[in-house]
């Protein structure tokens, strides 16, 4: 009885280990379906685009002086101090201003400081600052107009109302006064740059851009929010922005900025010739490598993962890099459709203005074409790039490629050190509810983090190799 109970056992063992050692076998030999791209997908052409120098564009990038009108080099400092981290290698007084801003002379020969791109177009990562990365610290949740009214007051009491200060000021002053509330956004890291553009368009004539302090066109009500894409990403795309409505001359949709203090069109002229030697450095820029280590291993395991759930639209990687360039429609991707709807409906004056404005002319046109969709982004650089989609909504590649993950309300530090090197991404707390403007909620207008849910097909260590793949690129 004792023999053959054991003989039992040990065919029912044989039995359970043979069905194991199969399903392993299996699992070896899985082969995951391809990711075909989505109905209604569409190809974005691509345009000529200007050549410059591209130590020029990154000087003038950096210290040009197209923004005109700022605040006297005086009262900048005593409002805002100095920086002596000169990170990116300045000369003269810009040695001693913050990154965001630049000293210059403005047209009466004042020297002023103004904000320059890198405020929303570059960030730290472990104290380390990344030109070209887009900026998910800054803080829009307050109205930035209110306190530059104060610094106005200080200039006209320090050097007097009419003096040459005053006057290098005032375009500043008054633009940035009126554009602040119209700006504000519901938690830190998102931006409002879509609302910018339609406010300062509002106020301009589409002609000659000349200011009025009345608005000629409506001024939309929506905040659309927007997660800033790395500069770098820009050499492989068709086309501008996440729904892709930037076509044709790059350059021209960049020199833009200028239009926060612009005079007239005669001066955008002399700021839209700079810019091709800013577009030639943009299109410089390589991504940063991922900092820590890689298993090479896991990652060739995610490579065949990737180039059969991701590779159709995001594009190939390495050796034969090739990208597609693909806006995949909002009922097919499934993420927050506010932007791409409100440029097809409560955007609708500012994209007529744009596309009859100075903007659209000769030599070098630049139009907006609205399309219910967005562009699948090239991924290089994908570790540092976080938080993720176009609204910023998700913290780490993990919580992306596995959508039942996602939290609701999530809170980060805001510590630039304060990254998670495992799901990769920010570190962050799940929160029960929103209501502050560090914790992130989705269950606003325009900050829902649905959508992209190719992921979640995926089996746990798929997923694994997947983002060890990606870190890669």
């Known amino acids: 009885m004792k023999i053959f109970t054991h003989s039992k056992i040990s065919i029912f063992s044989f039995f359970i280990c043979g069905i194991i050692l199969f399903n392993i076998s299996c699992r070896k030999d899985k082969v995951i379906p391809v990711e075909p791209i989505p109905a209604g997908a569409i190809t974005i052409p691509a345009y000529d685009q200007r050549s410059g120098d591209a130590v020029a564009g990154y000087d003038y990038l950096v210290a040009g002086d197209y923004i005109k009108s700022g605040i006297p080099r005086d009262i900048f400092t005593t409002f805002f101090g100095s920086d002596s981290n000169n990170e990116l290698g300045r000369t003269g007084d810009n040695a001693n201003i913050n990154y965001q801003y630049t000293a210059t002379n403005a047209s009466n020969g004042v020297r002023i400081v103004a904000p320059n791109c890198l405020q929303c177009h570059a960030q730290k990562i472990n104290n380390e600052l990344v030109v070209g990365l887009g900026n998910s610290m800054y803080d829009f949740t307050v109205n930035q107009g209110s306190g530059i009214q104060l610094v106005g007051a200080a200039i006209n009491q320090f050097y007097g109302?009419?003096?040459?200060?005053?006057?290098?000021?005032?375009?500043?002053?008054?633009?940035?006064?009126?554009?602040?509330?119209?700006?504000?956004?519901?938690?830190?890291?998102?931006?409002?740059?879509?609302?910018?553009?339609?406010?300062?368009?509002?106020?301009?004539?589409?002609?000659?851009?000349?200011?009025?302090?009345?608005?000629?066109?409506?001024?939309?009500?929506?905040?659309?929010?927007?997660?800033?894409?790395?500069?770098?990403?820009?050499?492989?795309?068709?086309?501008?922005?996440?729904?892709?409505?930037?076509?044709?001359?790059?350059?021209?949709?960049?020199?833009?900025?200028?239009?926060?203090?612009?005079?007239?069109?005669?001066?955008?002229?002399?700021?839209?010739?700079?810019?091709?030697?800013?577009?030639?450095?943009?299109?410089?820029?390589?991504?940063?490598?991922?900092?820590?280590?890689?298993?090479?291993?896991?990652?060739?395991?995610?490579?065949?993962?990737?180039?059969?759930?991701?590779?159709?639209?995001?594009?190939?990687?390495?050796?034969?890099?090739?990208?597609?360039?693909?806006?995949?429609?909002?009922?097919?991707?499934?993420?927050?459709?506010?932007?791409?709807?409100?440029?097809?409906?409560?955007?609708?004056?500012?994209?007529?203005?744009?596309?009859?404005?100075?903007?659209?002319?000769?030599?070098?046109?630049?139009?907006?074409?609205?399309?219910?969709?967005?562009?699948?982004?090239?991924?290089?650089?994908?570790?540092?790039?976080?938080?993720?989609?176009h609204n910023g909504s998700v913290p780490t590649l993990e919580d992306l490629l596995n959508s039942s993950q996602r939290p609701t309300y999530w809170e980060r530090t805001f510590d630039d050190s304060d990254l998670d090197y495992q799901k990769i991404g920010w570190n962050y707390t799940v929160r029960d509810a929103g209501g502050s403007n560090t914790i992130y909620d989705t269950t606003l207008p325009g900050y829902s983090n649905q959508g992209h849910t190719y992921g979640d097909s995926l089996e746990d260590s798929e997923r694994t190799a997947l983002i060890e793949y990606l870190k890669i690129l």
């Open 161 to 389: 109302n009419g003096s040459p200060e005053q006057e290098a000021s005032e375009d500043f002053i008054k633009v940035t006064s009126v554009i602040g509330e119209h700006l504000i956004t519901e938690v830190i890291g998102v931006n409002p740059a879509d609302k910018l553009a339609a406010v300062l368009a509002a106020h301009r004539n589409p002609t000659d851009l000349v200011w009025t302090d009345v608005p000629l066109l409506p001024i939309p009500e929506a905040v659309v929010p927007t997660d800033v894409p790395a500069f770098w990403l820009l050499k492989k795309k068709n086309a501008m922005f996440y729904n892709g409505v930037g076509r044709q001359d790059f350059a021209r949709f960049m020199m833009a900025s200028n239009l926060l203090t612009v005079v007239d069109s005669t001066e955008a002229r002399e700021v839209d010739n700079n810019f091709n030697d800013v577009l030639a450095y943009i299109m410089s820029i390589e991504a940063p490598e991922y900092p820590e280590n890689i298993d090479m291993n896991l990652a060739d395991e995610g490579a065949a993962i990737f180039e059969r759930k991701c590779q159709n639209c995001h594009g190939q990687y390495g050796a034969n890099e090739s990208y597609p360039n693909l806006l995949i429609p909002t009922n097919a991707v499934g993420t927050d459709p506010l932007v791409a709807q409100t440029y097809q409906d409560g955007y609708t004056d500012f994209v007529d203005w744009y596309n009859m404005s100075w903007f659209s002319t000769n030599p070098f046109p630049a139009i907006i074409q609205p399309e219910d969709g967005y562009i699948a982004q090239p991924l290089d650089g994908i570790w540092a790039t976080a938080p993720y989609l």
